[in-house]
């Protein structure tokens, strides 16, 4: 079984979803969701398989396949994961059918973002309220939606399996396409600034990296094999360049501070489906490139580098979540927590540790599963309201109880309270960080502090407190859950408490990989053991 | 009694261009003997077919590397590959000057005598069938331009560059609508183009100046001479310096690089949209492949000296390119500065030294022509009661009106925009990368920077087209006819397929990239 081809099927088989969807009749927006969600499923049996098949210990690279594409300038079709990859492969299976499933009827009824219509599964209802703020147009593909969203799928995998650093780039770059769509033809106020800001911001990342992709390819000797580039030796100045090159791209990516003006804005105007898609997988394209290109390829101006970027991710840490305390539109506050949390990760990468750096990893899933259920829940209070601003809000958990809790939970393991998976990398990356560099761990532990604020009062504002009586007139919040929804959050929730309480299955897949990826750079030190884990997790 | 030696002709290396310029005397006599109803069918056959048969006699010659004429036209690998590149585009830009659904009567005026903006004048553009001459205008500035790819010396290739230039200006001027600015235009590129011509004529003077002295060989201006006094010649180097220059001015002028460039915006919007195409493909194939000729060939052994000259005129083009085309709110414009900005990427390519930069430059150049002439296809779609609807303003929701070529147009303003899985991304790769391998690190970055700049108005047209709501004014798309549906598709097909799977066209100009001397 583990000759089957499997990165490769798995990152076509999106594609050709999408086309099946894509074809269908507009008029037929159901069928278009179920084939979807059930071509979704599909790629998350097959990740599982693969997760079973994975060798715990094996090879740092399994599932390597090889084609050649364009042999003139030495491209192939090369797939291969490591423990990193592979988890991020995972989480990516998980949060795609969710995402279909909790988007169900956003692109329904004209306007763009979730209509206040949903009432229950089966009803396709098209006689809500126009929203304020969000212009109400017709006649949008729902086929389109979901053949878009697959399409993404598609990208966001090919980008992590990818092994041949041209096909990378292919991915990097074509990923944007979809998610420009997602977000301009799909997303509620503001969207066609906010997709052209993100769309730009991308590509000019893009196209540094494309300048270091090129320097890269001509000093390695015409290849552009990871394996083969990585035991490349590049002269100092070079390198300093050509991993600035690729750090700027996965910087904006990520995105870390001064270059993330442009989450906010496309975070708020997408739909809360492909919001939860783009900070909670598309964004980790960046951390992932750090960790698998910036790191190894150039491992000494990864070093010099280090301190700048250990002073922008203490800085995205502290002063993301400032602008988060102030935020009053829930999906921009969610986005600048984002930021924040993204300041976490690169300190854990840039401190050198494999204990940060396996928390820095861990970090990256559980940030994928807990700002993923924050986005959809937030998602489903805005489409209920009708209004992202939290000033429209308040004491809604007398009105809707569960989506209530649900929002608390999800906004409790955002602020890693232990118990919650984000608990143990925040822990991981603190100590790590701890060891080898105290003033950067003290300061990076004042954004816990800060994390508090912003979850918690948001939480107050929007579901404690007096009832706001305007929101009793709002047909949409005399509805509680659905069963579509307690679908969605419930497998969030348990993975979240999962791997609260026991990481190991992650752990073990990544710390090879981590171990080998801080081995490149010249570091070693005893990775962090079960034991360790479990302690902190206690 | 010195006897009279004629140079051997090899009448099969020089077929593509002989069938061309026949094809054209053809067409001369198609208009003074067929009866006008049936001289459009005629006309257009008689062009197209002459293509084919061209293109069938390099496909056939592939494997010639020679000179011939007595030294006059070298017919190898680049050449061959770029007057096979000429050809494709150019039996592409014939289908779109041959539709005549989408407009009564085409694209082109009836009588272009007749005063613009008179009733006579309003009448023709109601509907009166086009001229016919467009094809034997056509005709021979496509032998023109097979005869400026190949030329080997320095005359030749000035009458080849005359020879496709007097039809153009012509072209230009023949709009059935806006007269008055397409009229402008010709004017505009006929003066411009003049000076350019006596720049290039002035060069091969001073350069000829320069071959005079050189040991064993008489004074010429064939390429095997100039290379040959670039190393050895006694006399002055300002005569070489100034000879290139004025040379470069004329064949840059062509190549629409900056400073240079100030006809193209006005031209590409005036001139008739199917002739704008066939300027943005063939043109710039012509004229880079001169450029490629004289500088990797001729004045090879001047490398140190011409780099960084034009070196700086890639990087202004760039710039120029990139920058004014944010400003622009005219599509047919705005399309002209984004040529003279792939421009500047093609010379990044030429000033690339080593075969794969000629290799790369002729790879980005058919890649280009494609697109272009698919971008240039769309916009004879997209019009209104008064002709094609250029402003930009007025393509706004045109996602909503008519999705299918509002895609199409957006893939290929991605492709322009040099997103991965589209020839605009092979093609730049195809050229920065053997510049930066030769050392050019500052015109790659350059490159780069630009294409950033650039890419923000490709993306507004994008944003128009389908972020906006449809305006009471926006224009629907016109249902094409069989030859501009052609075109189009065959222009998106390959810029997808150069994007996809490149690796079968890089061979062929991988295998072409020498030349010969």
């Known amino acids: 079984m583990s000759d089957f081809p499997f990165l490769s099927v798995l990152t076509v088989a999106p594609l050709v979803g999408a086309l099946v969807v894509a074809l269908l009749p507009r008029h037929r927006p159901e069928l278009a969701k179920q084939v979807a969600l059930g071509w979704s499923l599909l790629v998350l049996a097959l990740s599982v398989v693969m997760w079973v098949t994975w060798q715990t210990g094996g090879e740092r690279f399994q599932f390597r396949e090889s084609y050649p594409w364009i042999p003139n300038w030495g491209v192939n079709f090369t797939f291969a994961a490591d423990g990193i990859a592979l988890v991020m492969l995972m989480l990516i299976a998980v949060l795609v059918p969710l995402v279909i499933l909790a988007s169900w009827h956003d692109a329904d009824g004209g306007s763009g973002a979730p209509t206040a219509t949903d009432r229950g599964a089966g009803a396709d209802r098209q006689d809500g309220p126009a929203r304020a703020g969000i212009p109400a147009t017709s006649k949008r593909s729902v086929p389109m939606y979901f053949a878009l969203l697959l399409v993404l799928e598609c990208t966001m995998i090919g980008v992590f399996a990818a092994a041949d650093v041209f096909l990378f780039y292919v991915f990097f770059e074509v990923m944007l396409v979809p998610m420009y769509f997602l977000i301009g033809s799909y997303g509620g106020h503001q969207r066609q600034y906010a997709a052209v800001k993100f769309f730009l911001y991308s590509l000019v990342g893009g196209l540094f990296m494309l300048a270091a992709v090129i320097g890269l390819w001509v000093v390695g000797g015409k290849t552009f094999d990871w394996v083969a580039l990585s035991q490349v030796d590049i002269s100092t100045g070079t390198e300093r360049w050509l991993f600035l090159g690729f750090f700027l791209a996965f910087a904006i990516k990520a995105p870390f501070f001064p270059f993330h003006t442009w989450l906010p804005d496309a975070g708020g105007a997408a739909p809360a489906g492909a919001a939860a898609l783009l900070v909670g997988v598309l964004d980790k394209v960046g951390t992932f490139g750090i960790l698998r290109y910036c790191l190894p390829l150039f491992p000494d101006a990864a070093k010099w580098f280090a301190p700048w970027a250990l002073a922008l991710g203490l800085i995205g840490i502290i002063y993301a979540a400032l602008l988060a305390v102030g935020q009053n539109d829930l999906k921009r506050l969610v986005s600048y927590t984002s930021i924040a949390h993204f300041g976490f990760i690169g300190v854990g990468i840039f401190a050198f540790t494999s204990q940060a750096a396996t928390g820095a990893v861990l970090y990256m899933v559980n940030h994928g599963l807990a700002t993923g259920l924050l986005f959809l829940v937030v998602g489903m209070l805005i489409a209920r309201r009708g209004s992202a601003l939290i000033s429209d809000f308040g004491g809604a958990g007398k009105l809707v109880p569960v989506l209530a809790g649900v929002l608390f939970f999800a906004g409790l393991a955002s602020l890693a309270l232990p118990g919650t998976a984000p608990f143990i990398s925040e822990f991981l990356v603190l100590i790590g960080t701890f060891t080898v560099n105290k003033p950067v761990a003290v300061i990076a532990t004042l954004g816990i502090i800060l994390a508090a604020a912003y979850v918690l009062w948001m939480v107050q504002r929007t579901t404690q407190g007096t009832l706001n009586p305007a929101l009793t007139e709002v047909d949409g919040m005399k509805r509680d859950l659905n069963l579509r929804e307690k679908v969605v959050v419930a497998p969030l929730i348990a993975l979240i408490v999962l791997l609260g309480f026991y990481p190991k299955p992650v752990t073990d897949v990544i710390n090879p990989a981590v171990q080998a990826t801080m081995q490149d750079i010249g570091r070693t030190d005893p990775a962090p053991s079960v034991g360790n884990v479990q302690e902190a997790a206690k | ?517």
């Open chain 2, 1 to 517: 009694m010195t006897e009279l030696k004629l140079p051997s002709i090899d009448y099969a290396a020089l077929a593509p261009t002989l069938i061309m310029l026949g094809a054209a005397l053809v067409g001369v006599l198609v208009e003074a003997f067929v009866p006008r109803r049936l001289r459009h069918v005629v006309q257009l056959s008689v062009a197209l077919l002459a293509v084919l048969a061209a293109l069938t006699m390099v496909v056939l010659n592939a494997d010639d590397r020679l000179i011939t004429i007595g030294g006059a036209i070298a017919v190898d690998g680049p050449a061959l590959f770029l007057q096979g590149a000429i050809l494709v585009l150019a039996a592409m830009a014939l289908l779109l000057i041959g539709e005549r659904t989408v407009e009564r009567g085409g694209a082109f005026v009836a009588q272009a005598a007749v005063t613009a903006e008179s009733a006579d004048d309003r009448r023709q553009a109601e509907g009166a069938n086009g001229l016919t001459e467009v094809y034997p205008l056509t005709t021979f500035a496509i032998g023109g331009m097979l005869i400026f790819v190949a030329a080997n010396d320095l005359l030749t290739m000035f009458i080849a560059l005359e020879v496709f230039s007097l039809p153009l200006y012509l072209l230009c001027a023949l709009a059935r609508r806006r007269r008055l600015l397409s009229q402008e235009a010709a004017l505009k590129y006929f003066m411009l183009g003049a000076y350019a011509s006596a720049f290039f004529l002035f060069g091969v003077a001073l350069v000829y100046g320069f071959t005079a002295g050189i040991p064993d060989r008489p004074a010429g201006v064939d390429f095997a001479t100039v290379h040959a006094a670039v190393t050895d010649s006694p006399a002055s180097p300002v005569l070489l310096f100034a000879g290139m220059a004025l040379l470069a001015i004329g064949l840059l002028f062509k190549a629409a690089a900056a400073p240079f460039h100030v006809w193209t915006p006005d031209v590409y919007q005036g001139a008739p949209t199917p002739v704008t195409g066939f300027m943005a493909a063939c043109t710039k194939v012509a004229a880079f492949g001169a450029l490629l000729r004289v500088f990797h060939v001729a004045f090879e052994g001047a490398r140190w000296d011409f780099t960084p000259v034009l070196g700086v005129v890639a990087v202004l083009t760039m710039l120029v390119g990139a920058v004014l085309a944010v400003t622009q709110t005219d599509i047919k414009r705005l399309l002209a500065y984004s040529s003279i900005a792939n421009a500047g990427y093609l010379l990044v390519g030429v000033l690339a030294p080593n075969s794969e930069g000629v290799s790369g430059t002729m790879f980005y150049l058919v890649a280009y022509g494609f697109s272009v002439l698919a971008a240039f296809a769309v916009v004879t779609l997209v019009r209104d009661a008064d002709g094609e609807a250029t402003h930009l303003s007025r393509w706004a929701g045109l996602g909503r009106r008519s999705p299918f070529y509002a895609a199409l147009f957006t893939f290929i303003l991605l492709a322009f925009a040099g997103i991965p899985l589209t020839s605009g991304f092979t093609s730049k790769f195809a050229v920065f990368g053997p510049a930066l391998d030769g050392g050019q690190a500052w015109l790659v970055i350059a490159g780069v920077l630009t294409s950033m700049v650039l890419a923000f108005p490709y993306l507004r047209v994008v944003v128009m087209m389908w972020l906006s709501e449809p305006g009471e004014s926006t224009p629907t798309v016109t249902v094409p006819g069989g030859l501009t549906s052609a075109a189009l598709m065959i222009g998106v097909i390959a810029t997808l397929v150069l994007g996809v799977a490149p690796a079968p066209l890089l061979d062929l100009a991988t295998g072409a990239a020498e030349f010969v001397r």
